[in-house]
């Protein structure tokens, strides 16, 4: 029963009143009327129900925070459209629910809609949200009232589940290019695009003759062109990509969301950093609740985004032994290569680990800096 049901039935009732104790002509019209108007409401909803159709759809799936204390908005849309030509629907609400899993927030909200007749609206239903994480938004709902909102009928129900990702602001990153591309005396099908090497598989620079270059470096075919000695540079060979360790240990205090907020800040900023500068990266990190170690391969922005749906599905922890521990078992009989290790915990003991190799650079994300210009 809606509120205006109920103050309707209280105007019918007092109608009623009146009439038994003042049986007019005026007062038992008003009497008649107060009975016919919601019939015809009631009729009004039979025959818009299947004139009103609604649509869900999450036309941006990723909302960016402008700042990292400041809400992001997402959003959803809710299509509407009303065939009816001639009567327009005046209120209707949509039940709205929606959870973020990575943070554990979560919520249900009523957005308000109207529709003029023979119309197609779309409205956004926007909700904000404070932690980042992958925002499932659902629509529970959609009802339209009558012009007295005495009845309400429902016209959808049970929508699908729409997906936001919730993404902080990027930070300045102080990383060097040279030191994560990998270097590698193995063939390989990636090279550098800012350092040279001795690969002649791959040219990396031609340029002037110059004393104390090789022979055989010589350019013959440009140089004949250009009437002067053109040197080719090899290019230096990198393995296939720079390994990521996420450490999703963190504390349960106060600053718990916040920090791991930062924790996805450092992820986002320096990923994308590394995809300008094609730099590809492989992401791992511990699932805990199904007790292994999940590992993305990121080269693209698209493949950033779709890493961010899986890692928002695992919780975080606050044990730090068990990641560790983790790591240390994934990391059995693999050859050492330069890695990052992103956290915002302390782990004093990490760098005596048999994870770090002395070739692990562990990165608390805490810090203004969490890393050195390198140029």
Known sequence: MTVGTFLYALLALLGVVICIFYIEFGTVAIAGVLAIVPVFMFLFLIFMRTRVLTQVDAKNPVAEKDDMNKPARASITLTVENKNRILPVTKGVVK?????????????????????????????????????????????????????????WTVGKNYPV?????????????????????????DSDRFSLYKKGDDPSEVFNIREFADGDKIQRIHWKLSSKTGELMVKEGS??????????IDLCIADDENR?????????????????MIEHMIPQHFIWYNRENDIIEERLVEHEEELLWMFQDLFTTRCTESQDELVQAYLAWDEGRPPESAMYLTVADHGDLTGSGLTSGRLEVMDLRGE??????E
């Open 236 to 245: 230096l060979p990198l393995t296939r990509a720079l390994h990521i360790f």
């Open 162 to 186: 729409q997906h936001v990702l919730i993404l902080p602001p990027t930070r300045d990153m102080y990383l060097g290019k040279d030191r994560w591309y990998n270097e590698t005396e193995e």
């Open 257 to 273: 969301r916040h920090n791991a907020d930062l924790l996805i800040q450092g992820i986002y900023s320096i990923s994308l950093y």
């Open 369 to 374: 800096r969490f890393g050195e210009a390198d």
């Open 96 to 152: 709205v629910r929606y959870e973020n899993f990575f943070s554990g927030e979560k919520g249900k909200m009523k957005v308000r809609f109207s529709v003029d007749a023979g119309r197609k609206r779309d409205r956004r239903i926007v909700v904000p949200m404070l932690s980042c994480g992958d925002l499932a938004i659902r629509v529970e709902r959609v009802r339209i009232y009558d012009y007295l909102s005495i009845f309400a």
